[in-house]
């Protein structure tokens, strides 16, 4: 029995560490994931070193964006960080 109390702190803070940290890291990940499986053409969007685009084609991996200039970039899907709204 004073096994199972000994324990019961460390338990304790593993299931505090699950439901503060892990867990909503997961499902801020998978947000993230289905908004990057989402991406359509024509959709404007903002990829993580900070550039704003339109996609003008989008295949299963790679994303080609054209800028305002009308210059096309090609970028991973998952360098997409957010898709902007179409307001």
């Known amino acids: ?3 199972i109390l000994g324990l019961l702190p460390i338990i304790l803070m593993f299931v505090i ?8 890291q997961q499902k801020k ?10 991406l359509q053409k024509g959709n404007r969007i903002i990829t ?3 550039l704003h ?3 003008h084609a989008i295949d299963e991996g790679t ?3 054209t800028v305002n200039d009308g210059t096309k970039m090609t970028f ?8 902007m709204n179409q307001d």
């Open 1 to 3: 029995m004073d096994g």
């Open 29 to 38: 990940q998978k947000k993230v994931q289905q908004m990057q499986a989402d």
């Open 17 to 24: 560490f699950y439901f503060l940290l892990i867990r909503p």
């Open 53 to 55: 685009g339109t996609i």
């Open 76 to 83: 991973d899907r998952s360098a997409v960080r957010e898709v």
């Open 63 to 65: 994303v080609v964006l």
């Open 48 to 50: 993580i070193g900070g």
